[in-house]
């Protein structure tokens, strides 16, 4: 028999319309899965197409669905590892008799209308129970209190690791900007005044952003999280030394992209290893920590860097960071343990291999997925989605166009505030505080209202939730970002006080944070199932513009003026208004109906 999912034993049947619902039934025969010669629970609905079966075969939207519900047994560790084990079941058995000697069950009709929308939909509200552990060669944690399981570690113990995570996680993206504010001490002293290269040093460290997670994400599904942090915590430490002492601008160029590839790590995995500790009712607060360093690091980045650069000279942006890395780094060898379940039952499983001299035991959570398809998927799914889900596409691209803005806007202030206003080079970096309060305010009004505004419109819709009722609370900072960008550019163009310039962007960080967390929520609920595709395929997307959208700044404000310049980028900005709207109306029907018939 092919290896893969076996349905091998009669269950309760209900015809409804044209559809077969095959599920347990009190004092009736248990319908019983196994994958793998392992026993899966058998109180899960599973929906059949009344179609002749035979071996191997199930219409793959429904395998797909059913595949879905059923891993999620073996992937509570996070989405990315969920799509592995999805993609390693093959082949579906069902055995003729299935069918044949089904007999008929009362459904109540509501949940038989549940049942139907839930697995339409790949809805992730049923729950399973632990693996059962029958097979004497499934190695499982001991029992639900184990406090080998990170779910059960104490409330110091978590909270220290969810401290360097966030730390980390922090250090690195105010790494990518600590230096924007003394680009032009780097060019006098390398006797150089090719504007493009000048922006390419600042955004060139996304790039490394950009192709990071590739291969990360999949190293770490496979070795777990904890040597992936190491390795790369010691990478980014010595690629930001290298910086400090780079001898050219080819060197500190190639030096900014090896360290945004190191420094991509903690981004890659961090909200992976908060989840894989602290439960989902409590996750909020911690997940909230971890969120501020990609949101406030770059904002905070700047307005460090222009005093340092004043006071010791733009190689001590480097050293700052390198320094405050390798303490972090540190402290991360002795305190931070691994949290990634995979991993953790592996080694268990590789000494109890040791101890009993057993070569069959196997960790509960091993999928048998290769190396090969583990990488293969982290590259090829997330292009995928961008290629040919439109909502992925169009939402993606602007959440990159508004995070490009960010950063040609940080490549722009210190030479309109240093050459225009007059300010020193260290107060340069001031100009940056109303990217911070904007994005504070954002991360304040999205984090409060987003739920509500959601949970209201699903109140209205007879309590039914909706990925798309996350988008309408998006529409308002569609109008944001293009006001901020006509706020700051003409405001600039014509001399206004230095503060005008400073609240537009102010409002621009305001609508970036808010255009981000709605988006991001959004493709999370609306592709639950390949959720940490649609996220990748947005990282990298935003990540590829943010580094080459600066390019462009400062030769478009010479030519255009800072008025026009920024008109341009607002103009763009307020084309994509729509949007939300658009989605929000036929996000549905879109989602529903694979225009390219594409399997992810």
């Given at each position: ?548 959208l600066p390019l462009a700044g400062r030769s478009m404000y010479k030519s255009l003026g800072y008025g026009w310049g920024t008109s341009l980028l607002g103009f763009i900005a307020a084309a994509a208004i729509p949007l939300p709207f658009v989605f929000y109306k036929y996000g ?13």
């Amino acid at each position: 028999m092919t290896p893969g999912l076996q349905i091998g034993r009669p269950a309760s049947m209900l015809r409804h319309g044209h559809k077969l619902f095959a599920v347990e039934a009190p004092g009736q025969m248990a319908f019983v899965c196994t994958y793998n010669n392992r026993p899966l629970p058998n109180h899960s609905e599973l929906l059949l197409d009344p179609q002749p079966y035979t071996s191997n075969f199930l219409p793959h939207a429904v395998r797909r669905n059913f595949d879905y519900r059923v891993t999620r047994t073996y992937s509570q560790v996070s989405n990315y590892s969920l799509e592995h084990i999805q993609d390693s079941m093959k082949h579906v058995e069902v055995d003729d008799q299935l069918v044949s000697a089904a007999t008929p069950a009362p459904i109540p009709e509501e949940d038989l209308k549940k049942s139907e929308r839930d697995l339409e939909e790949g809805s992730t509200s049923v729950e399973f129970d632990d693996p059962p552990s029958d097979d004497p060669d499934a190695v499982n944690w001991d029992g639900p209190d184990d406090p080998a399981n990170p779910q059960n570690w104490s409330t110091k113990k978590k909270t220290i690791n969810v401290i360097l995570v966030s730390s980390v996680t922090f250090v690195t993206p105010l790494a990518s900007s600590i230096f924007a504010p003394s680009i032009d001490q780097v060019m006098r002293e390398f006797h150089s005044t090719n504007e493009q290269l000048a922006s390419f040093i600042v955004s060139v460290y996304l790039l490394g952003y950009c192709f990071g997670p590739l291969v990360i994400a999949p190293l770490s599904e496979m070795y777990g999280r904890l040597p992936l942090y190491h390795i790369c915590n010691v990478l980014f430490v010595a690629f930001t030394v290298a910086c400090a002492k780079a001898p050219n601008l080819g060197g500190l160029i190639a030096f900014r992209l090896l360290a945004g590839l190191a420094g991509s790590c903690p981004l890659t995995i961090g909200a992976g290893s908060l989840a894989d500790m602290i439960s989902k009712e409590k996750r909020g607060a911690a997940m909230s920590s971890w969120a501020l360093g990609p949101l406030f690091g770059p904002v905070i980045g700047p307005i460090a860097g222009g005093y340092l650069s004043a006071a010791k000279g733009w190689r001590w942006s480097f050293w700052v960071v390198a320094i405050v890395a390798g303490a972090i780094t540190i402290v991360a060898f002795i305190f931070m343990r691994e949290t990634y379940a995979y991993a953790l039952l592996e080694k268990k499983t590789k000494k109890l291999r040791k101890e009993t001299g057993n070569t069959k035991l196997r960790s509960i959570l091993d999928n048998g997925t290769t190396t090969e398809e583990v990488f293969r998927l982290a590259i090829t799914r997330p292009t995928k989605m961008l290629l040919f889900a439109p909502i992925v596409s169009l939402l993606s691209f602007y959440m990159a166009l508004v995070y490009g803005y960010l950063y040609l806007l940080f490549t722009a202030m210190p030479s309109l505030f240093e050459g225009e206003y007059h300010f020193s080079s260290g107060s340069v970096g001031l100009s940056y505080i109303g990217l911070g309060v904007g994005s504070l305010t954002g991360l304040v009004i999205s984090g409060a209202s987003i739920d509500r505004f959601a949970q209201y419109l699903t109140s209205k819709n007879g309590g039914e939730p909706k990925p798309e009722y996350r988008l309408p609370f998006m529409g308002g900072a569609c109008f944001i970002v293009p006001a901020g960008l006509f706020m700051f550019g003409w405001s600039a163009e014509n001399k206004d006080h230095w503060i005008v310039p400073i609240i537009g962007t102010s409002f621009l960080g305001c609508g970036m944070i808010i255009v981000f967390m709605c988006i991001s929520v959004y493709l999370v609920d609306a592709y639950v199932q390949y959720a940490a595709s649609a996220i990748a395929a947005s990282t990298v997307l935003r990540s590829l513009v943010g580094a080459l959208l600066p390019l462009a700044g400062r030769s478009m404000y010479k030519s255009l003026g800072y008025g026009w310049g920024t008109s341009l980028l607002g103009f763009i900005a307020a084309a994509a208004i729509p949007l939300p709207f658009v989605f929000y109306k036929y996000g549905e029907r879109i989602r529903r109906k694979n225009l390219f018939d594409v399997k992810f």
